[in-house]
């Protein structure tokens, strides 16, 4: 890991959206939303997982999510857009899918 004077200020810098140039597409967005996007895994002895930076910088700022969200605005619309489609679009897929599959066994 960086320096964790720097990596501070980087999710500081990124909380305030200091780069208000970078942009992410609609389709990136919609993707990692039907994708769900990974972030790093809970520290734990057991595995081994461990975010540093997530220590210093807090779970919704830590370097994993700076990576690949340019601005904490699409992390939050990320967020929603993930909820909406889990509860709504991939219920409802699942539903008609499972449907379909019954009523084949009819
Ligand atoms: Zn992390």
């Avoid at 370097?63 to 991939?90: D, K, M, T, W």
């Avoid at 899918?97 to 019954?102: C, D, K, N, P, S």
Wanted: overall charge negative; proline content about 3%.
């Amino acid at each position: 890991m960086k320096d964790i004077k720097d990596e501070i200020r980087e999710a500081e810098n990124w909380k305030v959206d200091a780069n208000p140039g970078v942009y992410m597409s609609v389709n990136e967005l919609v993707t990692l939303a039907i994708r769900g996007f990974g972030t790093c895994k809970k520290d734990s002895l057991k595995t081994g997982d461990y975010c540093a930076s997530r220590k210093y910088c807090g779970e919704d700022a830590c370097n994993c999510i700076r990576a690949s969200f340019p601005a904490p605005e699409y992390y939050e619309l990320y967020l929603r857009l993930r909820e909406y489609y889990l509860h709504n679009v991939g219920e409802a897929l699942l539903e008609k899918i499972a449907g379909e599959h019954m009523r084949e066994k009819q």
